[in-house]
């Protein structure tokens, strides 16, 4: 049997097949990976909300933002060691925080502004931690 690129089939087989290469990435990657991977998610989730909300999507604007903050809360500010971290790390939950009030905002506001901000603050962080990985890997 043979999938035509319209068929469901086809993409069922192409989302079990983008599934497994995420699945194999976090299993093969270190913690700092993974970091650096939760930070992608939550900018690829703040994108597709602010297609959706151009788009007047409201359901899949919710779902892409709650993802994000999922992501924000559960995953980054999650990981946060408080004992070993100090004071960064007390900073970055306060910036966690922002971060996710200002997802909360753009979703209940349609504030695309508040999504530019957010995606925009990620970016810096998520650079940061980008460039700690390739000195420690040097």
């Known amino acids: 049997m043979t999938y035509s690129r319209g068929s469901a089939a086809y993409g069922r087989g192409a989302n079990a097949y983008a599934r497994v290469g995420v699945e194999s990435g976090v299993m093969s990657a270190d913690p700092h990976q993974l970091i650096v991977m939760l930070f992608d998610g939550a900018k690829a989730s703040i994108r597709a909300a602010r297609i959706h909300m151009q788009a007047g999507n409201v359901a899949e604007k919710g779902k892409s933002i709650s993802k994000a903050l999922n992501i924000v809360n559960n995953g980054l500010a999650a990981a946060l060691d408080r004992d070993k971290g100090g004071e960064i790390a007390e900073r970055l939950s306060s910036l966690y925080d922002y971060i ?13 502004e508040s999504l530019n901000q957010a995606e925009s603050l990620l ?12 000195q420690q890997s040097a």
């Not at 970016?123 to 390739?134: C, K, L, M, P, Y």
């Open 123 to 134: 970016e810096d962080i998520g650079s940061a931690w980008r460039d700690i990985g390739q």
């Open 100 to 112: 996710a009030r200002l997802l909360l905002a753009a979703n209940l506001r349609n504030d695309e």
